[in-house]
Nanobody, 115 residues
Framework: QVQLVESGGGLVQPGGSLRLSCAAS????????MGWYRQAPGKQRELVAT???????NYADSVKGRFTISRDNARNTVYLQMNSLKPEDTAVYYC?????????WGQGTQVTVSS
């Protein structure tokens, strides 16, 4: 398993932008399917976006056209660029790494969208 550390969360006004980063320990990140999930208070954790080892991306309908997931295998880092943020994007955002049956999660980073 890999160790994941998220960063880049914070407080932003509606319409603003943030970029989240997920740094992975060790090597071999290029083989993993990486993802971002989020969990708002009182709600279940939900998928935000994933990126495969071939850099194929998938997004939740609620973030399509606003969020972009990317990966830098040389830096063992995955990013989530979030634009046009809305109050309903407020949540703890978690990074996820999957390889076969193995799954790793980060500790999460808080994103708050509020005026």
């Amino acid at each position: 398993q890999v160790q994941l550390v998220e960063s880049g969360g914070g407080l932003v006004q509606p319409g603003g932008s943030l970029r989240l980063s997920c740094a992975a320990s060790g090597s071999g990140l290029r083989s993993y399917v990486m993802g971002w999930y989020r969990q708002a208070p009182g709600k279940q954790r939900e998928l935000v976006a994933t990126i495969s080892s071939a850099s194929t991306t998938n997004y939740a309908d609620s973030v399509k056209g606003r969020f972009t997931i990317s990966r830098d295998n040389a830096r063992n880092t995955v990013y989530l660029q979030m634009n046009s943020l809305k109050p309903e994007d407020t949540a703890v955002y978690y990074c996820n790494a999957r390889l076969g049956p193995g799954v790793s999660w980060g500790q999460g980073t808080q994103v708050t969208v509020s005026s």
